[in-house]
């Protein structure tokens, strides 16, 4: 399946199982005889298909040196980004060169930042290996790093020329990462595609994961394309993430996955719409129940008052004023702004 998104810069999204082995082939038209490539992954993900993916390329006559970082959202910071530069730097990369990312989202955003600050930019291509990457991660050129006090903070819109996107690699992914990355495609469903919602809340939508990795991707682009640099609709796509990114601080970025924060999310930002009676009753509940059938939690764990305090360097804010994302039911969206002060007394 090829899925084309018509961004600045477009370029398309290859869904198709085994398409690690043809990345090279893939990446050939892009590229001049001889392109060199730095293929950055992590020490969990560059054991499994690391090998694979530079067959591939070296095959297609690309110059494939690598660069490994210790796996964890931890590692994802500019230190980490400050040694690909020296690993480029001391490679004699340049601008024609190109960075190839193997990994899931935390890969991806380190290694596509890389490739839009590193010489002012440079091309690179994303092959994502969990379901959050491949579903969402790396489509729209968002490209960043974590502060101490917060998620991507520092960051670079930088699209990839190329999104290689292989489902059978979902397969080595432990169940609770599998679980996770549902979460966002949950998500996908909930904000735009009431039959894809369904499915995976009726446990029955995962038969044939290129498809809903292709339907997800399809959902993410149509939302990139119309607002490219995230000022308007396409903000909706952070429906739940308000509310995540603040858990996934008060944890201290640790104990609670970024699907799992998400998917708590949901459940706040439906609790915060019924209240406001712009979500239909009982749309909290349906979110609640599709994500404890992937085994995930449902309950904050934290105060209110809390979790609305931890949304103060949120990116979505303007001032004291959030815009918040809220669905007025399942399939359909919103951007709805409101002060801090009014989430907290909709969530109270």
């Given at each position: 399946?090829?899925?084309?998104?018509?961004?600045?810069?477009?370029?398309?999204?290859?869904?198709?199982?085994?398409?690690?082995?043809?990345?090279?082939?893939?990446?050939r038209p892009l590229k001049k005889p001889g392109t060199r490539v730095m293929l950055i992954s992590d020490s969990n993900v560059?054991?499994?298909?690391?090998?694979?993916?530079?067959?591939?390329?070296?095959?297609?006559?690309?110059?494939?040196?690598?660069?490994?970082?210790?796996?964890?959202?931890?590692?994802?910071?500019?230190?980490?980004?400050?040694?690909?530069?020296?690993?480029?730097?001391?490679?004699?990369?340049?601008?024609?060169?190109?960075?190839?990312?193997?990994?899931?989202?935390?890969?991806?955003?380190?290694?596509?930042?890389?490739?839009?600050t590193f010489l002012r930019g440079m091309d690179f291509a994303q092959v994502p290996t969990t379901v959050?990457?491949?579903?969402?991660?790396?489509?729209?050129?968002?490209?960043?790093?974590?502060?101490?006090?917060?998620?991507?903070?520092?960051?670079?819109?930088?699209?990839?020329?190329?999104?290689?996107?292989?489902?059978?690699?979902?397969?080595?992914?432990?169940?609770?990462?599998?679980?996770?990355?549902?979460?966002?495609?949950?998500?996908?469903?909930?904000?735009?595609?009431?039959?894809?919602?369904?499915?995976?809340?009726?446990?029955?939508?995962?038969?044939?994961?290129?498809?809903?990795?292709?339907?997800?991707?399809?959902?993410?682009?149509?939302?990139?394309?119309?607002?490219?640099?995230?000022?308007?609709?396409?903000?909706?796509?952070?429906?739940?993430?308000?509310?995540?990114?603040?858990?996934?601080?008060?944890?201290?970025?640790?104990?609670?996955?970024?699907?799992?924060?998400?998917?708590?999310?949901?459940?706040?930002?439906?609790?915060?719409?019924?209240?406001?009676?712009?979500?239909?009753?009982?749309?909290?509940?349906?979110?609640?129940?599709?994500?404890?059938?992937?085994?995930?939690?449902?309950?904050?764990?934290?105060?209110?008052?809390?979790?609305?305090?931890?949304?103060?360097?949120?990116?979505?804010?303007?001032?004291?004023?959030?815009?918040?994302?809220?669905?007025?039911?399942?399939?359909?969206?919103?951007?709805?702004?409101?002060?801090?002060?009014?989430?907290?007394?909709?969530?109270?």
């Open positions: 399946m090829k899925i084309e998104v018509r961004t600045d810069r477009p370029y398309t999204v290859t869904v198709e199982r085994g398409a690690i082995d043809r990345a090279g082939e893939l990446l560059s054991p499994l298909y690391g090998k694979r993916l530079r067959t591939s390329l070296e095959g297609a006559g690309f110059a494939v040196s690598g660069f490994t970082f210790p796996a964890g959202e931890e590692h994802k910071q500019i230190a980490t980004v400050c040694d690909m530069y020296r690993a480029l730097s001391e490679g004699g990369f340049t601008r024609t060169d190109l960075i190839v990312t193997l990994g899931g989202g935390v890969t991806g955003d380190m290694g596509g930042f890389a490739a839009a959050v990457s491949q579903a969402d991660a790396s489509v729209g050129g968002k490209t960043g790093v974590d502060l101490p006090f917060g998620k991507n903070l520092v960051g670079a819109f930088h699209q990839p020329v190329a999104v290689i996107s292989d489902p059978d690699a979902l397969k080595t992914l432990p169940r609770h990462y599998f679980n996770d990355g549902l979460g966002e495609v949950i998500k996908h469903g909930a904000i735009a595609d009431k039959e894809l919602f369904e499915a995976l809340e009726q446990g029955s939508g995962l038969e044939d994961m290129e498809q809903v990795m292709g339907r997800s991707v399809s959902i993410k682009r149509d939302f990139v394309e119309a607002d490219t640099k995230d000022t308007g609709r396409r903000m909706i796509l952070n429906f739940g993430h308000t509310c995540g990114h603040a858990l996934e601080k008060l944890h201290g970025f640790k104990g609670l996955s970024h699907g799992e924060a998400v998917g708590i999310g949901m459940v706040l930002a439906c609790k915060a719409g019924e209240k406001l009676g712009v979500t239909e009753p009982g749309t909290g509940e349906r979110i609640a129940k599709a994500l404890k059938e992937y085994g995930m939690p449902t309950e904050p764990g934290f105060a209110m008052e809390e979790i609305v305090a931890a949304t103060a360097l949120d990116k979505k804010s303007d001032g004291d004023t959030l815009r918040f994302i809220l669905i007025p039911r399942i399939g359909e969206s919103l951007i709805r702004p409101m002060t801090r002060k009014e989430l907290l007394e909709a969530l109270s």
